[in-house]
């Protein structure tokens, strides 16, 4: 009797589809930035690159699960009416996390947020351009690295080690990886003061992902997060000092 095997059989991710797809991020932003940079300002070229970021994320993940002969399901991308709540959980999680660190911040010497993007984000002025900034950072952001650090990463992590295991070194993935927006000189205070507080909104997003076997609310909970930080640097950027 002969045995068939599937046609299509999908084949378990690895890491180079997760630094393809993390990569073209900025490969998308890049090819932005060239076709603009001649006529664009600088706060016109911040928000189409940062879209062109996401856009890149998104069709090199597409072409990775294209290739499996899957869709983003595969990755948890599955969103409830329900989870839109969670966007409470967020605004809650930042103002938490950035009381919580005060102290750190006060003994490091660093004034709010070490990221290079809190000093470009102000400079945007108008309402198209301020609605292309929201989007981008409160929606395209959560989603393409919900996708990548809680629903890509932790596949390839485990094939090598149990799934709470897996979450957990991509919530250090996820804090590591966002030291790339940050400036040179304030790395020792990034280092001590930024990695820990990404880590733990790692940890606390891929809590959820595992728990709910979904990305929905870690999405949500994302968004809300970013937003606190976006309509502040937008409306009161004195508050960053």
Do not use: C, K
């Not at 068939?4 to 991710?13: D, G, V």
């Not at 959980?89 to 660093?110: D, E, K, N, S």
């Amino acid at each position: 009797m002969v045995s068939i095997r599937p046609i299509h059989e999908r084949q378990p991710f690895t890491m180079f589809d997760f630094l393809f797809a993390y990569f073209s991020g900025f490969f998308g932003g890049l090819v932005v930035a060239l076709v603009l940079g001649p006529v664009a300002d600088g706060a016109t070229l911040l928000v189409a690159s940062l879209i062109g970021h996401h856009a890149g994320q998104l069709l090199a993940l597409a072409i990775v699960l294209r290739r499996q002969n899957s869709s983003f399901g595969a990755l948890g991308l599955h969103v409830e009416p329900s989870d839109g709540v969670y966007l409470i959980a967020g605004v809650v999680l930042q103002i938490a996390i950035a009381a919580a660190f005060i102290p750190v911040a006060r003994w490091t010497g660093a004034e709010g947020s070490t990221q290079s993007l809190i000093y470009e984000i102000p400079s945007v002025e108008g309402t198209i351009l301020r609605a292309g900034l929201v989007l981008s950072l409160g929606l395209l952001t959560p989603v393409t690295e919900e996708l990548l650090f809680r629903g890509l990463l932790p596949q390839v992590l485990g094939r090598w080690m149990s799934q709470g295991m897996s979450f957990v070194l991509a919530a250090l993935f996820f804090a590591v990886f966002h030291l790339v927006g940050v400036t040179a000189e304030n790395i020792v205070q990034s280092m001590v003061l930024l990695l820990p507080q990404l880590f733990i909104i790692g940890l606390i997003l891929g809590w959820q992902t595992m728990r709910r076997r979904r990305l929905g609310v870690a999405i949500f909970i994302h968004a809300g997060f970013n937003l606190v930080a976006v309509l502040v640097l937008l409306f009161a950027p004195e508050t960053f000092g």
